[in-house]
């Protein structure tokens, strides 16, 4: 599987926007970009994916670099809510149908 | 829908006992999957399965895990005898067929052995 680069941890100040970053520079032609989030004490959530185009969806943004070596998850405003691990996965639906999780960022909103 | 359903939600054993852990899938979904979470590993796929058949079960630790579907609405994950070691938390997940469709994960059991 192409390998996935998070920080380990990112603060916010609540009702500011978050731009979470994820390197994946050996991603391949075929591969989405998904992320999911895990809230505490729960199992992960679905947040967005994309493959080429930036995509924008009720929970967050998608910013997708020209050459798909990097991408962006985007909050609008970070509430309280928002605090959990933010996962970035790359996925070739034609290849596997599981998700390999890495080791995500840590996202602290400070109200 | 309830969303997937995974029972019990905690779990105390002793050491060398036998555990069930059971999962509920998302109705019509036909991709289950099994994921371990540990401090140390994080969270690990351990088996999946496709229309109640098991698709890859490399991530299975050893000979005393074994997961079972008998049906679309029903999975298990059984471990006997469970160790320390296998304390975690254990999600099960479910999918529809499609490309891109989302994985819906349980709440999780957490597992202590003792």
């Known amino acids: 599987d192409a390998k996935t680069t998070q920080p380990n941890s990112m603060e916010s100040n609540e009702e500011e926007p978050v731009h979470l970053p994820c390197n994946h520079s050996?991603?391949?032609?075929?591969?989405?970009i998904h992320w999911y989030r895990q809230l505490p004490s729960q199992g992960p959530e679905y947040v967005i994916h994309?493959?080429?185009s930036n995509v924008n969806n009720r929970m967050a943004s998608l910013a997708i670099a020209e050459d798909r070596k990097s991408s962006t998850l985007i909050l609008h405003r970070a509430t309280l809510r928002d605090a959990a691990v933010y996962y970035c996965?790359?996925?070739?639906?034609?290849?596997?149908?599981?998700?390999?999780f890495g080791s995500g960022t840590q996202l602290t909103v400070l109200p | 829908d309830a969303g997937v359903i995974q029972s019990p939600r905690h779990e105390v054993t002793e050491m060398g006992q036998e555990v069930t852990l059971r999962c509920k899938p998302i109705?019509?979904?036909?991709?289950l999957f099994w994921y371990r979470q540990t401090m140390m590993r994080g969270l690990e796929l351990l088996i999946y399965?496709?229309?109640?058949?098991?698709?890859?079960d490399s991530g299975m630790p050893e000979d005393r895990f074994s997961a079972k579907m008998p049906n679309a609405s029903f999975s298990t994950l059984k471990i006997q005898p469970s160790e320390p070691r296998d304390s975690a938390v254990y999600f099960c997940?479910?999918?529809?067929?499609?490309?891109?469709?989302?994985?819906?994960f349980g709440q999780g059991t957490r597992l202590t052995v003792v």
């Open positions: 997940a479910s999918s529809l067929t499609g490309v891109n469709t989302e994985a819906f």
């Open positions: 050996t991603i391949s032609g075929t591969d989405y």
């Open positions: 994309g493959l080429t």
């Open positions: 996965i790359l996925r070739d639906p034609r290849a596997a149908r599981q998700l390999t």
């Open positions: 109705s019509g979904h036909d991709y």
């Open positions: 399965f496709n229309n109640n058949v098991p698709i890859d």
